[in-house]
């Protein structure tokens, strides 16, 4: 490891920490004569959840942009966000439009179950049709039409909605660190283990396939394998931390771009720490940003408006 690369890891690693305390300590609460219970019940698993989430969806950008060879390319590429979306929608909407109505008390759980299940419907689809395809662009293409078809069925599901299912789904969509507790902080937690426990090990095989598929052929690598245990890591994370935070784009993306900026290298092994730790840093960061107004804002929206910025200089530099 270089001088360039163990310098990004220390200061990645400051800044999370610095942000984690922040995170913390600070942020607007009404009760503010009960600061441990504020810390333990509240911001700790809110923070937990922000950092487990970030760190996770950065390791999935980091795969979807070496198997893709796509700088642009992130978790929710391939339809999975998508398709939690459409589980929360049918949890939400759908009843409504059904005459059912929806229980405040049990509304959290139903939509992350449901999120859920429309995460591993599509995941299962972008899971089968690449073990049955060698080509990136067909998987790709694949993927953003799964998406938009998806989107499309939770239109309609809109339109003869009521105001309180509109309400609920707008909620999650939002995307939130604050409603998935200790169970979210578990479940996200054990999806990002597994995730990146899939991803070291394919560490060797996402270095050769940068350099193509027939050069990843040539060295004895198998393209199809290195490209499926890709997926099933970012669907996996990708699913349960939609399910829980609702979809939270942007952070795939600029993740893997900073660190590789700071870096100033391609090595997955160099790589997959500094994402990690970027990743949990910027959500940890949007998470403290939304925190500090009177009114909390949506965690989805700050997180874009770190992360657009980060992929206009993408685009300009390219």
């Known amino acids: 490891m270089n001088r360039k690369s163990t310098l990004t890891l220390l200061v990645t690693g400051l800044l999370l920490a610095a942000f984690c305390a922040a995170d913390l300590l600070l942020g607007g609460s009404q009760f503010a004569d009960a600061g441990a219970l504020v810390i333990g019940k509240i911001r700790l698993p809110r923070m937990l959840n922000a950092l487990l989430a970030g760190a996770g969806l950065a390791i999935g950008g980091l795969q979807m942009q070496s198997i893709f060879r796509n700088p642009l390319a992130d978790p929710h590429i391939m339809g999975v966000s998508a398709g939690a979306g459409l589980g929360a929608a049918l949890a939400t909407m759908g009843a409504a439009a059904g005459g059912a109505m ?5 509304a959290n759980a139903g939509i992350v179950s449901a999120a859920f299940a429309g995460a591993l ?3 299962a689809l972008i899971l ?3 073990s049955r395809t060698s080509s990136t662009y067909t998987l790709l293409l694949f993927g ?4 938009f078809i998806v989107s499309a069925a939770v239109a309609l599901l809109q339109w003869g909605s009521n105001a309180e299912s509109l309400k609920l789904y707008y909620s999650w969509a939002a995307g939130s660190f604050s409603n998935a507790g200790w169970e979210g902080a578990a479940a996200i937690g054990t999806a990002s283990f597994a995730g990146l426990l899939l991803c070291l090990f394919n ?3 996402l270095d050769l396939i940068l350099f193509g ?3 990843t052929r040539l060295s004895g690598a198998n393209v199809q394998l290195i490209r499926f245990l890709s997926l099933a890591s970012c669907s996996l994370i990708a699913g349960t931390v939609t399910a829980f935070c609702g979809p939270l784009g942007f952070v795939g993306i600029a993740a893997p771009h900073i660190v590789r900026g700071l870096s100033g290298t391609s090595l997955h092994r160099i790589l997959i720490p500094g994402t990690l ?4 840093a910027l959500a940890v960061c949007a998470d403290l940003l939304s925190q500090i107004w009177s009114t909390p804002l949506p965690a989805g929206s700050i997180l874009a408006i770190i992360g657009i910025p980060v992929i206009l200089y993408i685009l300009m530099k390219k």
Do not use: W
Request: with cysteine; charged share 10%.
């Open 144 to 147: 953003v039409m799964l998406g």
């Open 213 to 215: 598929d027939e050069y």
């Open 128 to 130: 089968l049709v690449s």
């Open 102 to 106: 929806v229980s405040s008390g049990i």
């Open 203 to 205: 560490c060797k095989g």
């Open 121 to 123: 419907a599509c995941s």
């Open 277 to 280: 730790l970027t990743g949990a």
